[in-house]
């Protein structure tokens, strides 16, 4: 029987990325999305001037084209509910968002999930006439429901019926199996009454930090910040809340800090790389240091792309280098926008198939979202060009906090100048100005003096640095869904895709502690984009992936002060961090759970309680060691390989449950496998806490008066 399990598991595991590939087919034919194949055009779905969210943003004075974009960013869907209704159907169980709504879950939404409570909406007194569970509020004055959808009750997510609910399925729904029975919910063709989408500002939107809210569950809209980015979101409980702790995909889940989601997770690039959402401020700061590059391919489909012009670098990588517009555009397809074609384009969890790019024309022809979207995105850049940041001496009790000392804040500005400015400072010394160390630092003193320094300054260059420079963990920077082929590469440069390797990047065992060299690929990834210090005293922990400092989950001013204060210990201090001891883990023995129903008929009777369980994968296990695994099949050499490797993986963790090994007698045996693991993974960099170690050898008195001018950004 052990021989059958393993040949089973090694058939299933390939299996996955051919034969589950569920959205995965011929590209030769346009597919149309779904209002294009209702006849639909771009005037079904109008722009609106609502007031609904006048208070959010400190009260900001917007006219009616910024007002319209605000209200794209955080209404507008795309049509991306037809994706998420397949992730719910199809998602093997990660991500069901009707869940998520539940208004049963309303008064400890922001504890545990960290979303954000819409103003104006109760918890449900009883279930709506499906059996289910939703929050109870009005509609937003001038908000059409056939465009908008309606409110859930959490900011960002909307509401529409189900086109699919029809008779039959309506026999079929039974409201307390879909709660509780995973042999129902997980069933892939059950059709649900709702379909939730999601706009940007359910991942953007959150409490304004100079404006905090006295109860994080009962926010008003004056409390909120459309663009600060929600530091407090749960993923594991939002996208995981059908999994279980035995499961490998809660472990994953789990895995990412509090305030990150890994957004290539669909589509998936084989990598672990959970990162934090900046907030979106100072745009037009943002600009002055927008780098031109070279534009090719269908990258010059976009509106007023040219072959060459300045670009910001948005994502973390500064992989998505073809401007403002291209940018925003290219958003609401990760977010599901336009899925009839973009999920043909990849392998959407698993991976192990070749992608194939993501092509703006097409989505200009055949898409009438994406044709809807592109007449909003000009009054979203409007709106998002009015953000600015938070100033700490704005915020209830702020001003306690910053220093009274002038000598000690003149100590403080001149540290900058001379450690941070150069990578930390949107202004910097004229082109022609002699370019001698001695002379930069002597401009520098002088201009971080004037009164006038932070203003209109993103304190940041947009450079993209080698990780090899910056040494903070690998993984996000080493993304490949943006280089040439892949599904991105519509939305990324030619000078991105033609970027050379950035050398070798020097990672630990997470099991010996020994040092290694890992190559960093190149055309594309290796690098960071220097992130803006605008508002960091509101916005820690720190790091890409929000792995330096102690998350509070608390939005007042003095429990952001209290992370602040931790994350600048550890940045500046770094015996201070958690070294090896950040590696995430597994915390129990896991499997690898394909539901039943997601089976063909031969392997139905190898399942145990309507899944079946690839592992164990004992407790302790680090999550990269798995979740990085290269497992591209497309190549016939490298594919042997990876099937090799599956078959010794799968034939090892059998043994473990075979032997009732413990879990030291366990680990044993997966050491067996780190070597190999190793060697196809991706990103073998597991420590999360590293890098950044630019200003550790100062003074202490200098680290301090660097930390008090930092509350001034």
């Known amino acids: 029987m052990g021989k059958v399990v393993v040949w089973?598991?090694?058939?299933?595991?390939?299996?996955?990325?051919?034969?589950?590939?569920?959205?995965?087919?011929?590209?030769?034919?346009?597919?149309?999305?779904?209002?294009?194949?209702?006849?639909?055009?771009?005037?079904?779905?109008?722009?609106?001037?609502?007031?609904?969210?006048?208070?959010?943003?400190?009260?900001?004075a917007l006219d009616d084209d910024e007002r319209q974009g605000r209200n794209t960013w955080l209404l507008w869907t795309a049509g991306d509910q037809t994706f998420w209704d397949r992730m719910a159907q199809h998602g093997l169980g990660t991500a069901d968002l009707l869940k998520t709504i539940d208004s049963r879950l309303r008064n400890s939404r922001f504890k545990d999930m960290g979303l954000v409570n819409q103003p104006g909406f109760a918890q449900a007194t009883q279930a709506d006439e499906y059996g289910l569970w939703l929050d109870t509020g009005a509609q937003e004055d001038g908000v059409d429901a056939a465009v908008y959808g309606k409110p859930s009750g959490i900011v960002g997510l909307r509401v529409y019926p189900n086109p699919k609910f029809?008779?039959?399925?309506?026999?079929?729904?039974?409201?307390?199996?879909?709660?509780?029975?995973?042999?129902?919910?997980?069933?892939?063709?059950?059709?649900?009454?709702?379909?939730?989408?999601?706009?940007?500002?359910?991942?953007?939107?959150?409490?304004?930090?100079?404006?905090?809210?006295?109860?994080?569950?009962?926010?008003?809209w004056a409390n909120l910040s459309s663009t600060i980015g929600n530091q407090y979101f749960n993923a594991s409980r939002i996208f995981g809340n059908g999994a279980a702790a035995d499961s490998y995909a809660f472990q994953l889940f789990h895995s990412w800090a509090a305030g990150t989601v890994d957004t290539s997770f669909i589509a998936t690039d084989n990598l672990n790389n959970p990162s934090n959402m900046n907030p979106i401020v100072a745009l037009p700061a943002r600009m002055t240091v927008a780098h031109e590059e070279g534009i090719a391919g269908g990258a010059l489909n976009f509106p007023g792309e040219q072959k060459r012009m300045a670009v910001p670098h948005v994502l973390k990588d500064g992989a998505d280098s073809v401007g403002l517009i291209g940018a925003l555009s290219r958003v609401y397809v990760s977010i599901g926008e336009y899925s009839q074609e973009w999920l043909r384009d990849h392998n959407a969890l698993v991976g192990g198939m070749p992608q194939h790019p993501f092509e703006i024309a097409r989505a200009q022809k055949n898409s009438v979202y994406w044709q809807a979207t592109a007449e909003r995105v000009?009054?979203?850049?409007?709106?998002?060009?009015?953000?600015?940041?938070?100033?700490?001496?704005?915020?209830?009790?702020?001003?306690?906090?910053?220093?009274?000392?002038?000598?000690?804040?003149?100590?403080?500005?001149?540290?900058?100048?001379?450690?941070?400015?150069?990578?930390?400072?949107?202004?910097?010394?004229?082109?022609?100005?002699?370019?001698?160390?001695?002379?930069?630092?002597?401009?520098?003193?002088?201009?971080?003096?004037?009164?006038?320094?932070?203003?209109?300054?993103?304190?940041?260059?947009?450079?993209?640095?080698?990780?090899?420079?910056?040494?903070?963990?690998?993984?996000?920077?080493?993304?490949?869904?943006?280089?040439?082929?892949?599904?991105?590469?519509?939305?990324?440069?030619?000078?991105?895709?033609?970027?050379?390797?950035?050398?070798?990047?020097?990672?630990?065992?997470?099991?010996?502690?020994?040092?290694?060299?890992?190559?960093?690929p190149g055309g594309g990834p290796g690098y960071y984009r220097v992130p803006s210090l605008i508002g960091i005293w509101a916005t820690a922990p720190f790091l890409h992936n929000n792995a330096l400092g102690t998350y509070t989950g608390d939005p007042s001013v003095a429990a952001r002060m209290k992370a602040f204060d931790d994350a600048t210990q550890k940045l500046l201090w770094p015996e201070q961090r958690l070294g090896p001891a950040s590696i995430p883990r597994t915390t129990a023995e896991s499997y690898i759970q394909i539901p039943a129903s997601y089976l063909p008929a031969e392997l139905q009777s190898l399942t145990e309680a309507g899944f079946l369980n690839i592992g164990p994968i004992p407790a302790g296990t680090p999550i990269d060691l798995l979740a990085n695994a290269d497992l591209d099949l497309s190549d016939k050499d490298k594919a042997v390989d990876r099937v090799k490797l599956i078959a010794k993986m799968q034939a090892d963790l059998i043994q473990i449950k075979l032997k009732h090994l413990d879990s030291g007698a366990a680990q044993a045996v997966l050491g067996n496998l780190v070597p190999d693991l190793l060697k196809i993974s991706k990103c073998p960099d597991f420590v999360e806490d590293r890098g950044h170690y630019f200003g550790t050898q100062l003074p202490d008195g200098d680290k301090r008066a660097l930390i008090e001018y930092m509350k001034t950004f």
């Open 378 to 520: 000009p009054n979203l850049a409007k709106f998002l060009m009015k953000m600015q940041g938070p100033k700490l001496a704005d915020a209830p009790g702020g001003k306690a906090y910053l220093t009274k000392d002038e000598s000690l804040l003149q100590r403080g500005k001149i540290v900058f100048a001379e450690n941070c400015a150069k990578c930390h400072s949107s202004k910097q010394p004229p082109v022609d100005l002699p370019s001698t160390q001695q002379q930069y630092v002597e401009w520098m003193r002088s201009e971080v003096q004037k009164p006038d320094f932070l203003e209109n300054n993103f304190l940041s260059t947009e450079e993209r640095i080698p990780v090899d420079v910056i040494q903070t963990n690998a993984a996000r920077a080493l993304a490949t869904n943006a280089v040439r082929g892949h599904v991105w590469d519509n939305s990324s440069s030619e000078t991105y895709k033609t970027l050379p390797s950035a050398g070798d990047i020097e990672v630990q065992d997470p099991f010996n502690q020994s040092t290694q060299k890992f190559h960093a």
């Open 8 to 60: 089973l598991g090694v058939l299933l595991v390939v299996g996955i990325a051919i034969a589950l590939s569920l959205f995965y087919h011929s590209l030769n034919s346009p597919v149309p999305d779904d209002a294009k194949a209702a006849g639909k055009t771009v005037a079904d779905f109008p722009q609106t001037t609502s007031h609904a969210f006048d208070l959010m943003d400190g009260g900001v």
């Open 166 to 220: 029809d008779d039959a399925a309506r026999r079929q729904w039974n409201p307390q199996r879909y709660y509780t029975d995973p042999n129902y919910y997980d069933d892939p063709n059950l059709v649900r009454p709702y379909v939730v989408g999601m706009a940007c500002g359910f991942c953007h939107v959150s409490f304004n930090p100079v404006k905090p809210p006295d109860d994080p569950e009962k926010p008003q």
